[in-house]
């Protein structure tokens, strides 16, 4: 049957996108939902029936419900959206599905200098302070760091970092992302790119850092 995709005005993928979610988050760690991102990416928008028929065509067939749940749990995150019409010679019609970004960067959050509360984050958190101060110790005869200022200054710092690295992300050109997205690159190869991203965010911002690391020095 003929049909036409009448699409929603101003519906259009960013080049990337930062979505913060938990560790056990099925998006994470199942590959059905990497498929669906997948499938919607790179032969989007679809239908109900053309999502069906690309899991059947991967010989893992789902139901419809199935489907649902998946389309509801990426919308939720703010990675998939409903993004206009299929409607067909007899002027019925389906919704159509979209990616919201071409690119996600999924964070689990693990980073002891957070400010969150866990016991145990804080105390993997002061256990890497200590030990940070004493490498850096080697760089300031004479002077002793104070602990508890440099942890501030990395919470801190770590603040400023995050926010910048999830701005940066999201407003990366489509041809930078396409370069990402196309290099032969292995996951650490990935972590590695927003480390160095995190840093020089950081750096650009806070270019006075040393002195800041110099005012948590006291005398011995």
Same mark, same amino acid.
């Given at each position: 049957?003929?049909?036409h995709?009448?699409?929603?005005?101003?519906?259009? @993928?960013?080049?990337?996108?930062?979505i @913060?979610?938990e560790?056990?988050? @099925?998006?994470?760690?199942?590959? /059905?939902?990497?498929?669906?991102? %997948? &499938?919607?990416?790179?032969?989007? @928008?679809? #239908?109900?029936s /053309?999502?069906?028929?690309?899991?059947r065509?991967?010989?893992?067939?789902? +139901?419809i419900?199935? &489907?649902?749940?998946?389309?509801?749990?990426? #919308?939720?995150?703010?990675?998939v959206?409903? $993004?206009?019409k299929?409607?067909? !010679?007899?002027?019925? +019609?389906?919704?159509?599905?979209?990616?919201?970004?071409k690119?996600?960067?999924i964070?689990? !959050?693990t980073?002891?200098?957070?400010? =969150?509360?866990?016991?145990?984050? =804080?105390?993997?958190?002061? #256990?890497?302070?200590?030990?940070? +101060?004493?490498?850096?110790?080697?760089?300031?005869?004479g002077?002793?760091?104070?602990?508890? $200022?440099?942890?501030?200054?990395?919470?801190?710092?770590?603040a &400023?970092?995050?926010?910048?690295l999830?701005?940066?992300?999201?407003?990366?050109?489509? !041809? *930078?992302?396409?370069?990402?997205?196309? *290099?032969?690159?292995?996951?650490?190869?990935? %972590?590695f790119?927003?480390?160095?991203?995190f840093?020089?965010?950081?750096?650009?911002k806070?270019?006075a850092?040393?002195?800041? &690391? %110099?005012?948590?020095?006291?005398?011995?």
């Amino acid at each position: 049957m003929k049909y036409h995709d009448a699409i929603t005005p101003g519906y259009s @993928p960013k080049a990337m996108k930062h979505i @913060p979610t938990e560790r056990n988050d @099925p998006i994470v760690f199942d590959s /059905n939902y990497l498929f669906l991102r %997948r &499938i919607l990416n790179h032969k989007g @928008p679809l #239908t109900i029936s /053309n999502i069906l028929e690309e899991y059947r065509e991967d010989k893992n067939e789902k +139901s419809i419900k199935t &489907i649902y749940r998946y389309l509801g749990k990426l #919308t939720v995150k703010d990675m998939v959206t409903k $993004c206009g019409k299929r409607v067909y !010679e007899n002027n019925k +019609s389906d919704t159509l599905y979209g990616v919201t970004a071409k690119f996600f960067l999924i964070g689990v !959050e693990t980073n002891p200098f957070t400010d =969150i509360e866990d016991k145990g984050m =804080i105390k993997i958190r002061k #256990t890497l302070v200590d030990f940070i +101060s004493n490498v850096l110790q080697n760089n300031f005869a004479g002077k002793q760091i104070d602990v508890e $200022c440099l942890e501030k200054k990395i919470m801190e710092w770590y603040a &400023i970092s995050n926010s910048e690295l999830i701005k940066n992300i999201e407003t990366a050109t489509e !041809e *930078a992302i396409n370069k990402v997205m196309t *290099a032969e690159m292995t996951g650490d190869s990935g %972590r590695f790119l927003m480390d160095v991203v995190f840093w020089l965010g950081l750096i650009i911002k806070r270019p006075a850092l040393i002195e800041e &690391i %110099r005012g948590c020095l006291k005398d011995i």
